[in-house]
């Protein structure tokens, strides 16, 4: 055991080196709270940052769990989905949106919370007077401390840029219409081309009997310069030999002396529209032609080309000479005709007449016969002492006899053919002033009845909507 009087020394530099140490190590811990208060504002500072980026940013953002519940949000998702914030936290982020993207919202929430990856999409939001505004969706999942899965959603406005695409697309759309139009407009304008190109290979096929030539129009006289294949088969020159001389080449003699006129007119822009003139070939022969010539190319106030088409007409005078010939022999035959048809005509009026007189006598042998050989019986008849009604019989009898061989029985037989046999017996009895219930006593049928045919018997003769008497209109001459 140390002495005490050491023991005490050896406590007392113990003590002075622990209290050495205490202070060195409360300068250390000073120093590390410095540290990490300095640190802890750095992170303050660096949170605050975030929190000032994360609210004041032009993008929304929003933390939402997966029923869809609102977790977090800065200013511009609020914004967005048209809500202060202080409402939106909390609630359903459904509830803020329209209809059908309120139906597509948790399937993206279910894709988003099961994958890894981002996942976009696109929805709408009501922004008053009927109006939406579109909110283009980028989301991603996380793992919250708490261990629950939490889906991070950031919001961006794309309404101008969907309005901005559909004008594009309308745009692309008429442009489109304008560019199918013009493609059409030019298939049409390369067909008709094609089919000027025909018409004029058509043209030039069938100007092997036309002969066609260009001239160069001088100040008294016109050179060739095109002498076309159909000019060469109707003058019978060769290209090479016409081209450059004179007009005079297909003009007879005689009528050279025309020549200055006409260029004179071709060149004042007169055309020499289809007259007939003579024409001389190669050979000498001269033969009828159908003749066209324009003026083109002007030049200077005057016409320096001009364009010719010549045509043979021999043939043409021939035929017409033939139709001629055969216009004659059928005015011949026509006259003859005539001539018969005349001859034949008086023989018909002679026959005719013939028949009006026999007619007239047929007439009059009917009228005397019936008064010798009916009259007398139907008289005898009468004092038979025949009951009422018999002799009301035997007078219809009389009186339609006397219809039929009346002259004028003819007009009103032809009104009643458009009546029915009982018709006609009810129209008779009318004319001799029997009633309805007189006549329905004699034909044995009922008063209806009558009354019927008495109404198509007027329907039937055109009296329905007149007032005049039935009778009365039987007994007139005109019925």
């Not at 202060?84 to 609630?91: I, T, V, Y």
């Amino acid at each position: 055991m140390p002495e005490p009087e050491n023991a005490a020394v050896c406590n007392q530099d113990e003590r002075d080196r622990q209290l050495k140490e205490l202070a060195l190590h409360r300068v250390e811990l000073e120093k590390q709270n410095e540290e990490l208060r300095l640190a802890r504002a750095e992170v303050e500072a660096g949170l605050q940052k975030y929190y000032d980026l994360y609210d004041f940013a032009p993008v929304g953002y929003c933390t939402v769990d997966r029923s869809g519940k609102v977790r977090e949000s800065n200013l511009a998702g609020a914004l967005l989905l048209g809500v202060d914030r202080s409402r939106l936290l909390g609630w359903n982020i459904g509830d803020f949106v329209t209809e059908a993207s309120r139906r597509w919202l948790p399937h993206f929430l279910e894709r988003t919370l099961s994958g890894a990856t981002k996942t976009t999409g696109e929805l709408q939001v009501p922004d008053g007077d009927e109006g939406e505004r579109h909110l283009y969706l980028e989301g991603s999942s996380f793992e919250a401390a708490s261990g629950e899965s939490l889906c991070r959603i950031a919001m961006m406005d794309v309404t101008d840029s969907r309005q901005t695409s559909a004008e594009l697309e309308h745009y692309r759309y008429h442009l489109e219409e304008i560019v199918q139009q013009r493609t059409s407009q030019l298939e049409e304008a390369n067909f008709l081309l094609r089919e000027q190109a025909e018409n004029l290979a058509s043209i030039y096929q069938a100007l092997d009997s036309v002969g066609l030539i260009v001239f160069n129009l001088e100040e008294r006289d016109a050179r060739i310069d095109i002498f076309s294949a159909g000019a060469e088969k109707l003058f019978g020159y060769r290209q090479d030999k016409a081209i450059g001389q004179s007009i005079i080449l297909i003009y007879p003699p005689e009528d050279r002396a025309v020549i200055a006129d006409q260029v004179k007119r071709l060149r004042q822009g007169q055309a020499m529209q289809s007259f007939d003139m003579t024409l001389m070939r190669q050979s000498g022969t001269r033969f009828p032609a159908v003749v066209s010539i324009h003026p083109f190319a002007r030049h200077e106030g005057q016409f320096i080309k001009a364009v010719g088409a010549f045509r043979d007409i021999s043939e043409l005078m021939l035929v017409q000479d033939q139709l001629q010939a055969m216009n004659d022999d059928l005015e011949l035959r026509v006259k003859k005709r005539t001539a018969e048809l005349y001859e034949s005509n008086v023989a018909l009026k002679v026959l005719l007449n013939k028949r009006e007189e026999d007619k007239l006598i047929l007439s009059e042998q009917v009228l005397s016969h019936t008064a010798k050989l009916v009259d007398p019986f139907l008289d005898r008849l009468m004092k038979s002492g025949l009951t009422e009604q018999q002799q009301v019989l035997v007078e219809i009898l009389r009186t339609n006899i006397e219809e039929l061989t009346s002259p004028f029985a003819g007009n009103f037989s032809a009104k009643l053919t458009r009546l029915t046999p009982a018709e006609i017996q009810v129209a008779n009895l009318v004319k001799l002033g029997k009633r309805t219930k007189e006549i329905a006593e004699i034909m044995h049928l009922s008063a209806g009845t009558i009354s019927i045919h008495r109404k198509n018997i007027r329907r039937k003769l055109d009296l329905t909507h007149q007032k005049t008497n039935l009778q009365t209109m039987l007994s007139t001459n005109s019925w």
